[in-house]
C-alpha cells in the first residue's frame, strides 16, 4: 500500500517568529508536516574532537530520522543559508564519523529547500549547497523554492509556490 510520506519542516533563521517561519505556516495550513525550529536546541559547531557530544544535536538527529521528507527553510543571509542552519550541516559530520549507524539512516530520504528573503530576488546558488549534501548523503534531492515577504505578508507569487508545493508533497509517495 502506497501512503503520502511523513513530512518534517527544519527551520533555520535567526528569528524564530520572522518571515520564514510565516511561509512555513502557511505551507502548515496546506499539507500535514511536522515542524523543527533549530533554535530550540542547543548545539554547537562540529568539533574534530567530538568534545561536544552531550548537546542536542543527536536529539534533533533522532527526530529527523522518522520522516521521509525533509525540508530545509532559511533566509538567504548574505546569499546563503543562515548560521544555524549551517552550523546544523555542519554537524552532519559527526554521522559520517562517530554516528555512522543514524548516517545511513538518512539514505533515501528527500530533501526539499526552502529559501525566504523580503524581495523576489533569487540566488539559486544558495541551493548548492543543500544539492551536493543530499548527494552525498545518498538522498533524493527533490527541489528549490524561492520565497518572499511583501509588507509583512506573503507575495502572492509565494502563495502560489506554496500551494504548488503542497500539491508536490502530496503526490509523493512511500511504499508502506
Given at each position: 500500500m502506497k501512503k503520502t510520506p511523513k513530512t518534517l519542516l527544519i527551520l533555520g533563521s535567526s528569528r524564530s517568529n520572522g518571515n520564514t517561519r510565516k511561509v512555513l505556516d502557511r505551507l502548515m495550513e496546506l499539507h500535514d508536516c511536522d515542524l523543527i525550529d533549530l533554535n530550540?536546541?542547543?548545539?554547537s559547531y562540529y568539533d574534530y574532537e567530538h568534545k561536544n557530544q552531550d548537546?542536542?544535536?543527536?536529539k534533533i538527529i533522532d527526530q529527523v530520522l522518522k520522516y521521509e521528507v525533509l525540508i530545509f527553510a532559511s533566509p538567504i543571509y548574505?546569499?546563503?543559508?543562515?548560521a544555524v542552519m549551517k552550523t546544523f550541516f555542519d554537524r552532519i559530520s559527526?554521522?559520517?564519523k562517530i554516528r555512522k549507524e543514524e548516517?545511513?539512516?538518512l539514505?533515501?530520504?528527500t530533501m526539499l529547500v526552502i529559501s525566504c528573503n523580503g524581495d523576489q530576488e533569487d540566488y539559486p546558488s544558495f541551493a548548492t549547497p543543500f544539492e551536493l549534501s543530499a548527494d552525498y548523503l545518498g538522498m533524493k534531492y527533490a527541489g528549490y523554492y524561492h520565497t518572499w515577504i511583501e509588507n509583512g505578508k506573503l507575495a502572492q507569487a509565494t502563495a502560489d509556490t506554496l500551494q504548488q508545493l503542497a500539491s508536490e508533497l502530496e503526490s509523493l509517495e512511500v511504499q508502506e
Open positions: 530550540d536546541w542547543q548545539f548537546d542536542d544535536f543527536i548574505w546569499y546563503s543559508m543562515s559527526d554521522l559520517l548516517g545511513r539512516q539514505r533515501g530520504k
